[in-house]
């Protein structure tokens, strides 16, 4: 069964940090691209980070850049978000996800998706 669970969110005052985790099952993370999303009630998925295979090459959102950072440890099988100097605009429900068609922040590339964990920043 092909699996990623996410963890990690919660309620931060702006300014801090938080690190969001997505453990997966069924398949090897290392062969994927990865990404991560969030959506915000009535607008659509939007890409924060995503990283090739291999981590040659990733990209961030704008309103992201200098703050967020992706990552993934092949040898848990698990991506990371870590987010610093989080700000309200932040607040949204963060979905992980691995795809196999190329990097990029269609929605469709990806194969395979969280359940989304919500983060919230206010004060």
């Known amino acids: 069964q092909y699996q990623l669970v996410e963890s990690g969110g919660g309620l931060v005052q702006p300014g801090g940090s938080l690190r969001l985790s997505c453990a997966a099952s069924?398949?090897?993370?290392?062969?994927?691209?990865i990404g991560w999303f969030r959506q915000v009630p009535g607008k659509e998925r939007e890409g924060v980070a995503c990283?090739?295979?291999?981590?040659?090459?990733?990209y961030y959102a704008d309103s992201v850049k200098g703050r967020f950072t992706i990552s993934r440890d092949n040898s848990k099988n698990t991506i990371y978000l870590q987010m610093n100097n989080l700000k309200p605009e932040d607040t949204a429900v963060y979905y992980c996800?691995?795809?196999?068609?190329?990097?990029?922040?269609?929605?469709?590339?990806?194969?395979?998706w969280g359940q989304g964990t919500q983060v919230t920043v206010s004060s």
């Open positions: 996800a691995a795809g196999s068609l190329g990097t990029g922040w269609a929605i469709t590339l990806y194969d395979f």
């Open positions: 069924g398949f090897i993370l290392d062969y994927y691209v």
């Open positions: 990283s090739s295979r291999g981590d040659a090459t990733t």
